[in-house]
């Protein structure tokens, strides 16, 4: 998935209203921002091979640190730690953990039998939501548009500022959509690993969206 990640942060910025959206997409996408740093580094491996879903051309190979069953809830046990030192905000730090944990979840409905439940391990699942192009649009744009209804509706606009940072980021998320939708494989792996890292705008975007709404 990729907007259903960005969903689970809209929702969960509803479920914890003192934490930032910034943090909540952070949170969302933890193990997303991981992996092109690990395929960089050569410490798991992804192929490109288009047709190998209706979705998305990669064959991931090897990823147990980013994406295994167990590594993430250690990842997300770590988050949840650092956010309540942090701010200490139990409530937030609760539903920050589980926001990571909802990218494994989500990523076990989309994906062919891949995911790992624990590094070394031969069990692999996955759901194969990916199959089929109408099934992946109805489930993840209903995702998205369910947790932008609840953030905007438990959230209000702060006097004087503009929704400009909101609405942009909502129209760039869905053209980032389709383009990966429609658009042609990845020309590298380096390549796909240094697009990936973009996702950390889109991280500092729900900051910047969380200076406009209260």
Not at 6 to 23: D, N, Q, W
Not at 91 to 114: E, F, K, N, T
Not at 173 to 191: D, E, F, K, R, T
């Amino acid at each position: 998935m990729f907007i259903g990640h960005y969903a689970a942060g809209f929702a969960a910025k509803a479920a914890a209203p003192r934490a930032s959206l910034g943090t909540m997409f952070l949170a969302a996408c933890f193990i997303d921002l991981l992996w092109p740093t690990f395929l960089m580094l050569g410490v798991e491996r992804v192929r490109i091979a288009p047709g190998i879903t209706a979705v998305t051309p990669l064959d991931f190979e090897h990823y147990p640190v980013s994406h295994s069953l167990l590594a993430v809830l250690g990842w997300a046990a770590g988050f949840a730690l650092v956010y309540q030192l942090l701010r200490r905000y139990p409530r937030g730090a609760v539903v920050a953990g589980l926001c990571v944990v909802s990218h494994w979840v989500l990523d076990a409905i989309s994906h062919r039998p891949d995911l790992p439940l624990y590094p070394g391990g031969d069990a692999r699942v996955g759901l194969g939501l990916w199959r089929s192009m109408p099934a992946t649009l109805v489930v993840e744009l209903t995702l998205f548009g369910a947790a932008l209804w609840l953030y905007v509706r438990t959230t209000t606009r702060v006097e004087g500022r503009s929704q400009w940072p909101l609405w942009s980021l909502v129209g760039f998320l869905l053209l980032v959509y389709i383009g990966n939708l429609a658009g042609a494989p990845p020309p590298s792996v380096p390549a796909l690993a240094w697009a990936a890292q973009a996702q950390w705008l889109l991280v500092a975007w729900g900051y910047w969206v969380e200076r406009c709404r209260a």
